[in-house]
């Protein structure tokens, strides 16, 4: 059973930089797409980044500018690069991709992650 694994996050200062990553707990499995969602407590899941199989990048408003969404070359991975963070940042961060086997040409299946914590305090 293949799942998408986070990493990166932790406690950050105001100003600080984190990068997350998210890749399939399988190596057979690469990632075509993938977005970048948040959710701090109260508030409603919120889509902050996406990358397309074709590799468009959409942000929302609160986070162009600071955060990069990108997929490395061998579409193992993909990455948030969070700069200049700020303490409205803080919220639990979830990998949402959809992947395919290596080599394949299916679409592939839509798969999320458990999230990964990113607290901004100074």
């Known amino acids: 059973q293949v799942q998408l694994v986070e990493s990166g996050g932790g406690l950050v200062q105001p100003g600080g930089s984190l990068r997350l990553s998210c890749t399939p707990s399988?190596?057979?499995?690469?990632?075509?797409?993938g977005n970048w969602y948040r959710q701090a407590p109260g508030k409603e899941r919120e889509l902050v980044a996406s990358?397309?199989?074709?590799?468009?990048?959409n942000y929302a408003d609160s986070v162009k500018g600071r955060f990069t969404i990108a997929r490395d070359n061998t579409a193992r991975r993909v990455f948030l690069q969070m700069n200049n963070l700020e303490v409205d940042d803080t919220a639990v961060y979830y990998c949402?991709?959809?992947?395919?086997?290596?080599?394949?040409?299916?679409?592939?299946?839509?798969?999320w992650g458990k999230g990964t914590q990113v607290t901004v305090s100074s």
């Open positions: 949402n991709a959809r992947i395919r086997l290596s080599g394949s040409s299916g679409d592939g299946g839509d798969y």
């Open positions: 399988r190596s057979s499995f690469v990632i075509a797409a």
């Open positions: 990358i397309t199989a074709t590799g468009t990048r």
